[in-house]
């Protein structure tokens, strides 16, 4: 099975700041990893697929880059509905697997 | 709208058996693999099965396989996970999501339902 780690596990930031949460994959997946924001008691949201397409609806504030093994999302200006947990996920291989989150508090 | 309602949640003991149902509508089911995907209380997100668009082609995660069967009906926009032998570890709430694969693009899963809790407790 792939393995997904994000880092950091969470971060406190400010409205207005960059934040940028990373992804690696225990092996390579090409471009198949899509991002996901989650609010308390409320189902992920998709953000982001093929590593750096935004889904429809979503502000170009989010933007993913990477390839291979290395991914990362970028919200440019932290706004006070941004702060929840982000997941990232692989969809190159079965069994697809899930970052265990980055939890986004605000400072 | 694009709309995925999960039912059919709910308490069931060890070793009992629950059907869950995600209602899809406001878009061409038949045109999209679906997925369900469990969050245990407090914790992150598991992939639970996936099944393309017409049936053909089912995956599950080692944790459910032999246990859960996933299925679809495109003719009534539903898709369904029978689950079977349920342990206290499959106690999470569980959402149903589309996917869609056109002309080699893979778009992940893009909507997805509210979820239905499933409790395993005696």
């Known amino acids: 099975d792939i393995q997904m780690t994000q880092s950091p596990s969470s971060l406190s930031a400010s409205v207005g700041d960059r934040v940028t949460i990373t992804c690696r994959a225990s092996?390579?997946?090409?471009?198949?990893l899509a991002w996901f924001q989650q609010k308390p008691g409320k189902a992920p949201k998709s953000l982001i697929y093929?590593?750096?397409s935004l889904q429809s609806g979503v502000p170009s504030k989010f933007s993913g880059s990477g390839s291979g093994t290395d991914f990362t999302l970028t919200i440019s200006s932290l706004q006070p509905e941004d702060f929840a947990t982000y997941y990232c996920?692989?969809?190159?291989?079965?069994?697809?697997?899930f970052g265990q989150g980055t939890k986004v508090e605000i400072k | 709208q694009v709309q995925l309602v999960e039912s059919g949640g709910g308490l069931v003991k060890p070793g009992g058996s629950l059907r869950l149902s995600c209602a899809a509508s406001?878009?061409?089911?038949?045109?999209?693999?679906m997925s369900w995907i469990r969050q245990a209380p407090g914790k992150g997100l598991e992939w639970v099965s996936y099944i393309s668009s017409s049936g053909s082609t089912i995956y599950y995660a080692d944790s459910v396989k032999g246990r859960f069967t996933i299925s679809r009906d495109n003719a009534k926009n539903s898709l369904y996970l029978q689950m079977n032998s349920l342990r206290a570890e499959d106690t999470a709430v569980y959402y149903c999501?589309?996917?869609?694969?056109?002309?080699?693009?893979?778009?992940?899963?893009?909507?997805w339902g509210q979820g239905t809790t499933v409790t395993v407790s005696s």
């Open positions: 406001g878009f061409t089911f038949s045109d999209y693999y």
């Open positions: 093929a590593a750096s």
């Open positions: 999501a589309r996917g869609l694969l056109w002309f080699g693009v893979d778009y992940g899963m893009d909507v």
């Open positions: 996920q692989q969809y190159n291989s079965y069994p697809w697997t």
């Open positions: 092996q390579g997946i090409s471009n198949y």
